[in-house]
């Protein structure tokens, strides 16, 4: 049983409009949750990341939303830009520091 | 600086060979952690490892074997490669106290 789902497997956007990836959870355990980044033939990096305290948090173009009533998450870029194309995966733990289950992913494409 | 680093980066290997793929990181974090991916999966835990000698089960450990003398290597073993073992292969550290893991560039391995 899938415990963090990304229902999207791909998105495509223009440049400089808002790109809003989708993440929902099961585990109602979860209380940390992040968002990773991934290039072809590169590892992850870390993105952003939202401790259950709170429903929002923004770093540069990048905001993530959370909502614990629906178990749902979104990270969304603004504006997009072709360097942003690359597949993220949105992640949950219990704890800052518990061990990460990640969704599938979505391959985002941003179109000049 | 060389962070985390992985080898092979490619490895082809024959059905029931041993297999060994390594991992170094230089920043002596604590934490390591080996993941598979896979399409329609996502990124799995396999192993992780709290520090030098401690080691523990993730989400699919069946099949693999990790081992942690020294702090900053973290090497999986597959004693006995099958074809469902064919992934790309990440590795990954975490610093203690911390919420980003870091990863490393990836192995993609093949089971014929």
């Known amino acids: 049983d899938q415990q963090v789902k990304q229902n999207s497997p791909s998105l495509r956007v223009q440049e400089g409009r808002i790109s809003i990836l989708n993440c929902d959870y099961t585990?109602?355990?979860?209380?940390?949750f992040l968002w990773y980044k991934k290039y072809p033939a590169e590892g992850p990096t870390f993105l952003i990341s939202?401790?259950?305290?709170?429903d929002k948090n923004e770093d540069g173009r990048f905001t993530v939303f959370l909502n614990k009533s629906a178990k749902h998450l979104s990270l969304h870029i603004v504006p997009s830009q072709p360097g942003d194309s690359a597949v993220y995966f949105c992640a949950a733990s219990k704890g800052s520091q518990g061990n990460l289950i990640f969704g599938k992913g979505t391959k985002l494409s941003v179109k000049p | 600086d060389a962070g985390i680093t992985q080898s092979p980066r490619y490895k082809i290997t024959e059905t029931g060979r041993q297999v060994t793929l390594m991992c170094h990181q230089t920043?002596?974090?604590?934490?390591m952690f080996w993941y598979r991916q896979d399409l329609g999966h996502g990124l799995r835990l396999i192993y992780y490892s709290a520090a030098a000698d401690i080691t523990d089960k993730g989400e699919v450990p069946d099949g693999y074997v990790v081992s942690r003398s020294k702090t900053e290597n973290f090497p999986l073993t597959l004693e006995s490669a099958t074809r469902s073992q064919t992934s790309v292969y990440f590795c990954?550290?975490?610093?203690?106290?911390?919420?980003?893991?870091?990863f490393g560039p990836g192995t993609r391995l093949t089971v014929l």
């Open positions: 990954a550290s975490r610093l203690a106290g911390t919420d980003t893991q870091y």
């Open positions: 920043w002596s974090h604590s934490y």
């Open positions: 939202i401790s259950s305290i709170k």
């Open positions: 585990n109602s355990m979860f209380d940390y």
